[in-house]
């Protein structure tokens, strides 16, 4: 174990039997490798950037810090005119009875000007909910190797059983908890989120119940989960030796428990992407730059709609409001 690492690198979830042919649905073949990491550990758990990634990172924090200095203030005022307007509203809903924890895919597919627009737009919109005075977690998801890690490494050690289950081990992060009540922009802490050796796998289904779990033990009344996503979930090593629907038949499966216990409102924004196959409510936007636009507008429906809403008037309401650019 890193040094000083022990209290933040945590397993998941209860280990299942390795080699059980027999379990059903879906299962990991083992989770003893699985993290969680809070932001500021991040580059002591998955160690130093060589040169030619530490250049790529530095060159996308400047564009995030100074390219994007326009972008930002234009959607800091369309969030401000939003945040208004809600508390304005004729049914402003309780906000300080309110959590949202917004989930953002770190698939490998993410890398590069989604992944750099991915990070201003997060802090976009936690600044608009911090305004409202909502509490908000930020959380990421990813896999910490490739292909596959130890949990593939143990399941070729065994003989390859049949039914394995996950054979990755997951990456999960958080770049803000719910109880840090700072307001404005957290800057630096998403620093790390444009490490371009970070975005590997997306094992999604657990990804959302893990966030879904962190909500369910908040005491506010009123809970809510957006996930930003640019497509289906994938596992090279998972998905051959599972079938290729193992873990998008997973992801379904979880977001429908989530919609019908209703105690987490569960909401997506495909991000260049369609996510309506997996989520009851979600709108898409078509390029990385209409991402921060199109997560205020989904935030702010859902907000004032509590939940009722469906997602076509989602889509509706995203595309019919006015363009801040």
């Not at 495909?270 to 078509?286: A, I, K, P, Q």
């Amino acid at each position: 174990m890193l040094r000083g690492l022990g209290k933040h690198l945590k397993s998941l979830f209860v280990a299942t039997p390795r080699g059980d042919t027999t379990t059903p649905g879906y299962h990991a073949y083992v989770t003893l490798h699985d993290w969680i990491v809070p932001s500021s550990k991040l580059s002591s758990a998955i160690g130093p950037l060589s040169g030619k990634h530490q250049s790529a990172l530095d060159t996308a924090w400047a564009e995030l810090e100074n390219g994007l200095a326009g972008w930002r203030t234009k959607h800091l005022i369309q969030a401000a005119d939003l945040a208004a307007g809600i508390r304005n509203g004729p049914s402003a809903p309780d906000l300080a009875n309110t959590v949202v924890s917004i989930l953002v895919d770190h698939s490998g597919s993410m890398r590069g000007q989604k992944m750099l627009y991915a990070a201003a737009s997060v802090d976009i919109a936690q600044e608009f909910l911090r305004t409202l005075g909502i509490k908000v977690e930020l959380l990421g998801f990813t896999t910490r190797a490739w292909r596959g890690g130890y949990s593939r490494q143990t399941w070729d050690a065994d003989g390859r059983p049949k039914n394995p289950g996950r054979l990755n081990d997951l990456l999960h992060i958080v770049y803000r908890e719910a109880n840090d009540m700072r307001q404005g922009s957290i800057g630096h802490a998403l620093k790390v989120m444009l490490r371009p050796d970070l975005l590997k796998e997306n094992i999604d289904g657990e990804a959302i119940e893990w966030a879904a779990d962190r909500l369910r033990k908040r005491p506010e009344r009123r809970k809510i989960l957006l996930v930003v996503s640019d497509g289906a979930p994938v596992d090279d090593s998972t998905l051959h030796a599972n079938g290729p629907r193992y873990l998008q038949d997973h992801l379904f499966q979880v977001a429908v428990q989530l919609e019908t216990a209703g105690d987490v409102e569960l909401l997506a924004v495909g991000f260049c992407s369609y996510v309506d196959n997996s989520y009851r409510v979600s709108t898409n936007c078509e390029a990385p730059d209409e991402l921060g636009r199109t997560m205020l507008m989904a935030l702010q429906r859902q907000l004032v709609a509590g939940g009722t809403m469906s997602a076509s008037d989602t889509a509706d309401e995203v595309g019919s409001s006015p363009s801040p650019n």
